[in-house]
Every structure is written in C-alpha cells, then in structure tokens.
C-alpha cells in the first residue's frame, strides 16, 4: 500500500521546518542578551552635557587660580571624567601676573580634578613682560593642577625669541617655569 501526500502539504511542511530552523538559528545567533548594554557601552553614559561653558576657580585669597573655556563638556556617570572639546585653561601660579595658556582639541578631566589629559595639537606658552614668549606645542600633555606640573612624552617643539628646541618627553614645573626635556634634545638658533 502506497501513501500518497499532497504536493501541496509536502511543501508546506518543508517550508514550515524551514522557517523553524531559521528561527533557531536566529535565536541562538542573536540572543536577546546580546542586546544589553556592554560594559564599554554603559561606561560611556553621561549624565548631563554643558556647552560654552566658562569655569573660573578661586584660592583662599579670592584670587584666580585658573579659568576654564570649552566648546562642550560631557560628564560620565561611571567614573566621574569630564570630556572636553577645545578646552582653553588660563592657569595662574604663584605671584606671576601671566598666566600659563593651554590649549587643544580634546581634553579629559578625573573626576577629582586632579589630572587633566589633554591632546590634539596642544599648545603651552607664557607671556611674560619685557621677555620673549615660549610657545610649547605637542600631541598630547598630562596637567596635575594641584601640583603644578605638566608633563608628555610625547614629542615637544619648544619655540622662544630665535631659537626652536624639539625633543621628545617633557616635564614642566609651572610655578617656577623650570622645564626637563628627557630625550632626543636637538636646537636651532639663530645668531644676530
């Protein structure tokens, strides 16, 4: 005795097996777990944004101690950083009437403020009177404000009066302006 299945549920039920396999398939392959957020995912979460934001902090005496520009500023949830973009930082040390300029694209403050990482085309100079200005540039510079320090190792052009100075790593005590080139030190003056 032969059974005979229609055609038509034969391929029905080829199709049905089909769509089940995929759906297996599918369920092992893309878990509803794997739509949760990754913990590189979560730690970037911030919590509120500023933009053109002006931060100016005193001392003890009333005095400035530094002001702070940004384009726009994003604090983390997870770890408490500030992202910056284009941050400016007038710093003032000690009894010095010039502050320290700095300037670059990005910036990354901690969350107790006591380092900031900043990058992109970084500029350092002081302006002081009656003396020519240092112009310090590089790819990237660590600040400890609390310390008054500031240090890269990166490479460091150095630009003052006549002279260009490059090396690579850097380390700048700011209150009395004394500053370590660490290595590769190579000069160019000019002589008038």
């Given at each position: 005795?032969?059974?005979?299945?229609?055609?038509?549920?034969?391929?029905?039920?080829?199709?049905?097996?089909?769509?089940?396999?995929?759906?297996?398939?599918?369920?092992?392959?893309?878990?509803?777990?794997?739509?949760?957020?990754?913990?590189?995912?979560?730690?970037?979460?911030?919590?509120?944004?500023?933009?053109?934001?002006?931060?100016?902090?005193?001392?003890?005496?009333?005095?400035?101690?530094?002001?702070?520009t940004t384009t726009h500023a994003i604090h983390q949830v997870e770890d408490g950083s500030t992202h910056l973009e284009q941050p400016k930082l007038l710093?003032?040390?000690?009894?010095?009437?010039?502050?320290?300029?700095?300037?670059?694209?990005?910036?990354?403050?901690?969350?107790?403020?006591?380092?900031?990482?900043?990058?992109?085309?970084?500029?350092?100079?002081?302006?002081?009177?009656?003396?020519?200005?240092?112009?310090?540039?590089?790819?990237?510079?660590?600040?400890?404000?609390?310390?008054?320090?500031?240090?890269?190792?990166?490479?460091?052009?150095?630009?003052?009066a006549r002279s260009v100075t490059t090396a690579t790593g850097m380390q700048l005590f700011l209150n009395d302006g004394r500053l370590q080139l660490l290595?590769?030190?190579?000069?160019?003056?000019?002589?008038?």
């Amino acid at each position: 005795m032969k059974l005979s299945v229609p055609r038509y549920l034969l391929t029905g039920l080829l199709v049905l097996l089909g769509v089940v396999l995929a759906l297996s398939m599918g369920y092992w392959n893309i878990r509803p777990a794997s739509f949760a957020p990754t913990s590189s995912q979560a730690a970037a979460r911030p919590d509120f944004y500023i933009d053109n934001a002006r931060i100016q902090a005193l001392n003890e005496q009333g005095k400035t101690t530094y002001e702070l520009t940004t384009t726009h500023a994003i604090h983390q949830v997870e770890d408490g950083s500030t992202h910056l973009e284009q941050p400016k930082l007038l710093f003032y040390r000690g009894e010095e009437p010039a502050p320290w300029l700095l300037e670059a694209d990005e910036g990354l403050v901690t969350e107790k403020g006591d380092r900031v990482d900043l990058s992109s085309n970084v500029l350092l100079q002081q302006e002081i009177a009656n003396q020519p200005a240092r112009r310090l540039t590089s790819s990237a510079l660590t600040l400890f404000p609390a310390r008054d320090y500031a240090e890269t190792d990166q490479e460091v052009k150095i630009e003052a009066a006549r002279s260009v100075t490059t090396a690579t790593g850097m380390q700048l005590f700011l209150n009395d302006g004394r500053l370590q080139l660490l290595s590769t030190v190579r000069g160019q003056h000019e002589v008038r």
